[in-house]
């Protein structure tokens, strides 16, 4: 089973960045980073999220996300935006109640079980929320 | 209702309409630009009347632009327009619940679409906003509008341009509701207290919304807009409803 994994923020650079810390972990994992509102401002769009979303789950091909995506989101509108693109799309997808980053890094490294699921990972992206710093 | 040899030319002259709609929707929301941000400076980011106003005329034109329009696809296609060019919440509340709520027009615009396609959008509203009546949201105007809409279609029998005139009463109603409490939902509920006295931009703009359709539905029949309010008396409540016997269980109350 694989699982990928969709990275949702209002700034295209901070879901990139999240993807590059997270990609770290990541192995064969597929990831990809979604974000900005699409004229270089600040925001999401529900179509760009549901093509990440294509990008990432299952196509057919070797690395496809068969057992669907985790889908990582920051705040507000984002969380509406990610909840309608999955609504519209054809591809497996939940949403983690989990902190964007932390949450992202946590679900890499739990879709790299080989035993890995949607929820496995889903609740490992969760559990970041438990996280303490200090 | 549908389905007869006109159903090609009914569904036509439908989806012209909606398309007229949605028309008139975007030039009163650019004139309520200011307004709208007015409101929302008071209580939240000052964006909803620009972002309305864009997102509205790009609807506009996607919608202007269709060959050979049915209510469905305006709907989508509206939606869809929303959800990328409005920004924040509203993208998705407005834009999304309108692709949703489209699919209920798929056999054209009726009484009884009319009425699915407003149960389903508020749902979504709901849904997606996690908000309900007295958050000081949109839903708000929303849901007394969609509740004496169905009410005076399914039990009180009326004209569905009559029942759309007592939900755009329904509605304002719900608007002025907003003023006195509290936000809880929103930009506007990390105000707390501050929020109330303030009016809501998103049920102000919903509001704005329903008196245009209400406005393009009466133009279209070639009627006046009915003279009516949302408590005005309808049809006596003949049916099983004798004297005395109010023990009726509120829904959902068990």
Redesign the interface.
Known sequence: MTVGLVVVSHSARAAEGIVEIAAEMAGETRIEAVGG??RG?I?T???DIEDALAAVGDDGGDSSADDGVVVLVDL??AV??A??AI??SDVDAVIADAPVLEGAVNAAVAATDPSTTLESVREQAEAASEISKV | MSGNDEHGDDEHDAGEAVVAAVEAVAERIEAERDHLTDLDSAIGDADHGGNMARGWAKAAGAAGDLEDPDPEAVAKTVGKTLMSEVGGASGPLFGGSLVFAGAELADGVTAETAVAFAETYLEKVEDRGDARIGDGTMVDALTPAVHTFKKSIEVDDLEPLEALAKAVDAAERGVAFTVPIRARKGRASYLGWRSVGHQDPGATSTLFILEEVLEVAADRLDAEVPETDATSPTIPDDAESEPGSDDATPEGAE
């Open positions: 509102d699409g401002g925001g769009v529900p179509d507000g509108s509406m935006n909840e309608v609504e519209l």
